[in-house]
């Protein structure tokens, strides 16, 4: 769910509700679809009475011609528009003036626009002419244009100056929203603490006589929703506090204050992000008990902290029920790529050698998404990246050419279906490499090896390898087995894939994982032991060069010794801080070594 679009879409609407529609101001929203000089009667003689209307008051032709430019970001061009009108005024050409309106509309075409400082700069120039009474609407159509690109300290600024200036028109509920919304678009640190802190200064009358309202409350649950995560829970804790805070003022003297299915929806959205399903669900019970119809996004959240805490079988279950109502005619619980992808998302998180039946549910939700193609539910590429992950961490046989048949269904409808948003990337072919190195086949190395090969020629850069394609062939190596022949073969690919990386080919180096990979092939492949010796004697100075180690590239050489006398041999300085069988404390090594460990 875009919570911000919602959110923007809310304030614009009720700006407009808020205007007075008289001679000097504009129609309703429906009339305003189309801009008067593009519109022609049609239908009959009460249409063209109705435009002959229209065409003998121009200040409403004005407007109207001035509100379709703003729609359509044609901000220089009314602005261009009213300078013309209003010049031709002064000189007697024009029988009215343009009202605050007109200003008003060229305000929000720069709005529209994009361009706040534009915006800014031409309500400084309304106020210093004074031509026209700036009024409220004024301030909260520029408010707004900062707010939407997260800036909260011209708005900040702005409002300071109406509280303070008699000449300023008086802030409104929506002026303080915008400023809320600006709060909760930012990244800054403290800014949502800073929104919540307006939100209960409101609350408690201190901006008399301005008086909270839903979307008040509801700008800051979206702001706590945007930085909850399972590291920061209290985020939505924060959420949920807000949204009790409401049914409470909505059970004494503020009714309008009551939750609604936006409110529930962010602080569910909040919880998923936690990997909190059981309160997601909870809140989902809630909503029912209240008589509140969910609607899509409440659903998809749900069934997003459902897949992210291993219970994948109930957000399908879910799922369904949203297709059962949907079908019954309920077009809000109309199931998107987005629902269909999270409840895939699930299944590829539990997949695993044990668990092969989790890729079998993801291919079926595939074949399902295809089914209804025509409604609107078909797959993405990101849809194909939760199947393909699915399938490659199965660890089966047959998974290798299971991902390969779906990749080249990707490439088929990409080329030959014009289909781009089945375009395959280096992601997916990843997950080809993924399957490989879990395949129980013997051979997994030069299957992995022959693929990096073909992505290294592929005619589409974005399908070309990076260094997860290289670990990921490294890793089909560490885990070869076979005869000594095959492990030989192997260990070789090992060698050179490891090569490349260190000496930068394709502009991919290596990471702390290239070194762990390299480091059990050594020690699962190579038999002779003066020469296991010396790759990892050279993979440990390489990686200390590299300012790549860490405790899992030790564990590996550590396991690959048979004595302290072999461990002193390939450690080199490293054994001066860590002991054959002792563990690996980066704290207690030069920084220098373990500075790029963490890529």
């Known amino acids: 769910?875009?919570?911000?679009?919602?959110?923007?879409?809310?304030?614009?609407?009720?700006?407009?509700?808020?205007?007075?529609?008289?001679?000097?101001?504009?129609?309703?929203?429906?009339?305003?679809?189309?801009?008067?000089?593009?519109?022609?009667?049609?239908?009959?003689?009460?249409?063209?009475?109705?435009?002959?209307?229209?065409?003998?008051?121009?200040?409403?032709?004005?407007?109207?011609?001035?509100?379709?430019?703003?729609?359509?970001?044609?901000?220089?061009?009314?602005?261009q528009m009213l300078q013309r009108i209003s010049a031709l005024h002064e000189e007697g050409y024009y029988d009215v003036s343009p009202d605050i309106?007109?200003?008003?509309?060229?305000?929000?075409?720069?709005?529209?626009?994009?361009?706040?400082?534009?915006?800014?700069?031409?309500?400084?120039?309304?106020?210093?002419?004074?031509?026209?009474?700036?009024?409220?609407?004024?301030?909260?159509?520029?408010?707004?244009?900062?707010?939407?690109?997260?800036?909260?300290?011209?708005p900040r600024s702005m409002i300071g100056q109406m509280e303070e200036r008699e000449d300023l028109p008086d802030p409104d509920i929506l002026t303080y929203n915008a400023l809320l919304y600006a709060l909760a678009q930012s990244k800054d640190s403290g800014t949502t603490e800073e929104a919540e802190e307006l939100l209960y200064d409101l609350v408690d009358g201190k901006h008399e006589p301005v008086q909270v309202d839903i979307a008040s409350f509801n700008?800051?649950?979206?702001?706590?929703?945007?930085?909850?995560?399972?590291?920061?829970?209290?985020?939505?804790?924060?959420?949920?506090?807000?949204?009790?805070r409401m049914e409470k003022l909505a059970q004494g003297d503020r009714p309008s204050l009551k939750p609604d299915v936006y409110t529930y929806t962010t602080v569910i959205q909040a919880w998923a992000r936690c990997e909190?399903?059981?309160?997601?669900?909870?809140?989902?019970?809630?909503?029912?008990?209240?008589?509140?119809?969910?609607?899509?996004?409440?659903?998809?959240?749900?069934?997003?902290?459902?897949?992210?805490?291993?219970?994948?079988?109930?957000?399908?279950?879910?799922?369904?029920?949203?297709?059962?109502i949907y079908q019954k005619g309920n077009e809000s619980l109309k199931p998107d790529t987005v629902s269909f992808s999270?409840?895939?998302?699930?299944?590829?998180?539990?997949?695993?050698?044990?668990?092969?039946?989790?890729?079998?549910?993801?291919?079926?939700?595939?074949e399902k998404m295809k089914s209804l193609e025509r409604e609107g539910m078909g797959p993405n590429s990101r849809t194909y990246t939760s199947v393909l992950s699915a399938i490659a961490k199965s660890g089966t046989?047959?998974?290798?050419?299971?991902?390969?048949?779906?990749?080249?269904?990707?490439?088929?409808?990409?080329?030959?279906?014009?289909?781009?948003?089945?375009?395959?990337?280096?992601?997916?072919?990843?997950?080809?490499?993924?399957?490989?190195?879990?395949?129980?086949?013997?051979?997994?190395?030069l299957k992995a090896s022959s693929f990096?090969?073909?992505?290294?020629?592929?005619?589409?850069?974005?399908?070309?390898?990076?260094?997860?394609?290289?670990?990921?062939?490294?890793?089909?190596?560490?885990?070869?087995?076979?005869?000594?022949?095959?492990?030989?073969?192997?260990?070789?690919?090992?060698?050179?894939?490891?090569?490349?990386?260190?000496?930068g080919d394709d502009n991919v180096g290596p990471s702390s994982t290239t070194f762990v990979h390299f480091c059990k092939a050594s020690r699962r492949l190579v038999l002779n032991e003066k020469l296991r010796l010396a790759a990892l004697k050279k993979a440990m100075r390489l990686c200390c060069n590299f300012g790549m180690l860490n405790k899992v590239v030790v564990l590996q050489a550590q396991l690959a010794c048979k004595s302290d006398g072999e461990w002193k041999e390939i450690s080199g300085p490293v054994g001066d801080y860590v002991g054959w069988k002792g563990k690996f404390k980066p704290r207690d090594v030069p920084?220098?070594?373990?500075?790029q460990a963490g890529r």
Not at 31 to 38: A, D, G, K
Not at 591 to 595: E, I, M, P, V, Y
Request: aromatic share 8%; proline share 4%; hydrophobic share 40%.
């Open 1 to 79: 769910c875009n919570n911000s679009d919602v959110l923007v879409n809310g304030f614009e609407s009720k700006s407009i509700q808020s205007t007075r529609y008289t001679t000097n101001t504009l129609p309703n929203a429906s009339t305003r679809q189309q801009p008067l000089y593009s519109t022609i009667a049609k239908e009959g003689p009460e249409d063209r009475r109705k435009q002959a209307r229209l065409q003998n008051d121009p200040l409403l032709s004005l407007n109207l011609n001035l509100d379709a430019m703003a729609q359509n970001a044609a901000a220089p061009v009314a602005e």
């Open 101 to 154: 309106v007109s200003y008003n509309s060229v305000l929000k075409a720069w709005k529209e626009d994009n361009n706040p400082e534009k915006a800014l700069d031409y309500l400084q120039q309304m106020l210093e002419k004074g031509k026209t009474e700036v009024d409220v609407i004024s301030f909260n159509t520029v408010i707004l244009a900062f707010a939407k690109q997260g800036n909260y300290g011209v």
């Open 219 to 244: 700008t800051v649950i979206f702001a706590w929703s945007q930085v909850a995560s399972k590291y920061n829970p209290s985020a939505a804790n924060s959420a949920q506090v807000l949204l009790n």
């Open 276 to 324: 909190q399903s059981l309160k997601a669900e909870k809140l989902l019970d809630i909503m029912a008990s209240k008589g509140l119809i969910p609607n899509r996004y409440t659903y998809t959240a749900v069934m997003s902290a459902l897949a992210k805490t291993g219970m994948p079988e109930k957000a399908e279950r879910l799922l369904e029920t949203m297709m059962q």
């Open 342 to 366: 999270c409840v895939m998302d699930g299944w590829a998180r539990i997949s695993h050698v044990d668990k092969p039946y989790a890729a079998d549910r993801a291919l079926a939700l595939l």
């Open 397 to 445: 046989w047959e998974a290798c050419e299971t991902a390969r048949a779906i990749l080249q269904d990707m490439e088929y409808e990409a080329s030959d279906n014009g289909r781009m948003n089945l375009q395959p990337s280096t992601i997916h072919y990843n997950a080809v490499l993924h399957a490989y190195a879990r395949s129980p086949r013997a051979d997994k190395a």
């Open 452 to 503: 990096l090969s073909y992505m290294r020629q592929h005619p589409n850069r974005q399908c070309r390898p990076d260094s997860i394609s290289y670990n990921s062939v490294l890793m089909a190596c560490a885990n070869a087995f076979g005869n000594e022949e095959l492990k030989q073969r192997s260990y070789n690919i090992a060698k050179e894939v490891f090569r490349r990386t260190i000496h």
């Open 591 to 595: 920084r220098k070594w373990t500075s």
